[in-house]
């Protein structure tokens, strides 16, 4: 019997899915270039796997949404594979990002950047050996020589006339003015944050989690709790101070040039436009500095810094998670599943183990471990001054906060990378010599 078009299209599978059982098979060594679940990352997906390994350019079979059974056996295949290239990618992204803290670089994405060049050396050297660490510098000096020279004497250039600056600010004056609170009540909101950070067991109940994440993207809740940190934080349901996300509970009006902001909501308007240029890998998609200077004058005067009420809402829903983690106290609840399990989690973590114990024993700490330790007693503002510079990086490219599970996976991915960066601060320590 001929199967029909129904069964032929039944027997398809979501490439997605495809690459991420194939990731899972690699098994241990990839962690690094991992979510928090164990499949691939999205950037090791279109840095790595897509370009590199499975070479879609060449093999356009592979790049269908929808693949056969037979094309997902290839896949699979091909990805596993590579076990042995991805595993030493994987080492060689490792001693890259040490050796980038070690000179102090802050230029671009480091996935971004990196993952290309470590999957080559992967592929040319193997695993990491004796001299690895030249070969990482060498490296490192030809991706990030002279890349800002260009783009930030441009805007040094802009912001030196003093009519440019006048300007600027006068345009800020009007855009933080324009910006009102609405009378909204905030209940349904939050109330519906609870949905969309909760348990959602079955397709039914993601799709009406989904559901739920769209009203949420369009209630005014998001831009009227920003609104008010501009005039009277004491209305917020939490301090923007306690969060991390501003130097005091009422938001002050951005400064266009001057000192940079320690706190995500106090940083000058030319701050966050160099955090731009510094991230941008395709810097000829950027409108020019005087427009770029202008949207950010906007977008620095808007509801929590983000012009989209998306990233204004999906901002709103990390507080709510970030409130929930406290990785050294071992009795503070969860009230949302997505928080729970993201504090299971970092509870787990050797070094968060460890520093429990010396808290317990009363042990002194070494300077730099403190300063990790502090960081976890209000794990809540390096999560959610990661989670901003996500944000606004998105708000300036675009980039949409619409789809729940993304959104869910940014909230998750975040807590991962400031719990990455504290291992990585550690390590560099014993490096040191520190106490180990």
């Keep these: 019997m001929r199967a029909g078009p129904e069964s032929a299209v039944a027997v398809r599978q979501p490439r997605r899915a495809v690459i991420e059982r194939a990731w899972r098979a690699i098994g241990p060594g990839v962690e690094?270039?991992?979510?928090?679940?164990?499949?691939?990352?999205?950037?090791?997906?279109?840095?790595?796997v897509d370009p590199l390994v499975l070479r879609l350019r060449v093999n356009a079979r592979f790049s269908a949404p929808l693949v056969t059974a037979d094309v997902a056996v290839q896949i699979h295949d091909v990805i596993v594979g590579q076990s042995?290239?991805?595993?030493?990618?994987?080492?060689?992204?490792?001693?890259?990002?040490?050796?980038?803290?070690?000179?102090?670089?802050?230029?671009?994405?480091?996935?971004?950047?990196?993952?290309?060049?470590?999957?080559?050396?992967?592929?040319?050297?193997?695993?990491p050996g004796r001299h690895a660490r030249e070969t990482a510098a060498r490296v490192l000096a030809e991706l990030h020589s002279d890349r800002d020279r260009t783009a930030t004497e441009t805007l040094n250039d802009y912001i030196d006339d003093a009519g440019v600056v006048a300007g600027l600010a006068a345009q800020r004056d009007r855009s933080w003015r324009d910006v009102r609170s609405g009378g909204e009540i905030t209940g349904p909101f939050l109330a519906g944050l609870t949905t969309v950070l909760g348990r959602a067991d079955g397709h039914n109940a993601r799709a009406a989690?989904?559901?739920?994440?769209?009203?949420?993207?369009?209630?005014?809740?998001?831009?009227?709790?920003?609104?008010?940190?501009?005039?009277d934080g004491a209305e917020l349901p939490w301090s923007i101070a306690d969060l991390g996300l501003?130097?005091?509970?009422r938001q002050r009006p951005p400064e266009i040039t001057g000192a940079d902001g320690e706190r995500p909501l106090d940083r000058s308007v030319v701050d966050r436009v160099r955090a731009t240029l510094r991230r941008a890998m395709a810097r000829d998609e950027l409108p020019t500095v005087a427009l770029l200077c202008a949207e950010e004058?906007?977008?620095?005067?808007?509801?929590?810094?983000?012009?989209?009420?998306?990233?204004q809402a999906t901002l709103v829903a990390g507080v709510e998670v970030a409130l929930d983690l406290a990785p050294l106290d071992e009795s503070a609840p969860a009230r949302h599943d997505l928080s729970a399990r993201i504090?299971?989690?970092?509870?787990?973590?050797?070094?968060?183990?460890?520093?429990r114990r010396h808290l317990a024993d009363g042990a002194a700490l070494h300077p730099r471990q403190r300063q990790v330790v502090d960081e976890l007693a209000v794990f809540r503002r390096p999560y959610l001054?990661?989670?901003?510079?996500?944000?606004?990086?998105?708000?300036?490219?675009?980039?949409?906060?619409?789809?729940?599970?993304?959104?869910?996976?940014?909230?998750?991915?975040?807590?991962r990378s400031v719990s990455l960066d504290h291992r990585q601060r550690i390590k560099?320590?014993?490096?040191?010599?520190?106490p180990r």
């Design 84 to 127: 042995g290239p991805l595993r030493a990618t994987a080492g060689w992204f490792e001693l890259l990002k040490r050796e980038r803290r070690r000179q102090r670089i802050t230029t671009g994405n480091a996935q971004e950047l990196y993952f290309p060049v470590c999957f080559e050396l992967a592929v040319l050297h193997g695993a």
């Design 428 to 434: 560099a320590m014993l490096g040191d010599g520190g």
């Design 246 to 249: 501003s130097g005091a509970d």
């Design 32 to 48: 690094v270039l991992s979510a928090a679940d164990g499949g691939p990352l999205s950037r090791t997906v279109k840095r790595i």
């Design 385 to 415: 001054s990661r989670l901003w510079a996500r944000l606004h990086g998105r708000d300036v490219w675009q980039e949409p906060c619409t789809d729940v599970d993304d959104v869910l996976s940014l909230l998750d991915g975040v807590a």
């Design 297 to 311: 004058v906007d977008r620095a005067c808007a509801p929590w810094g983000l012009l989209a009420e998306d990233k």
């Design 343 to 355: 504090q299971a989690r970092l509870r787990k973590e050797a070094y968060v183990l460890h520093a």
């Design 209 to 231: 989690r989904g559901r739920v994440w769209s009203a949420l993207v369009a209630d005014p809740t998001p831009y009227n709790l920003g609104a008010q940190a501009h005039t």
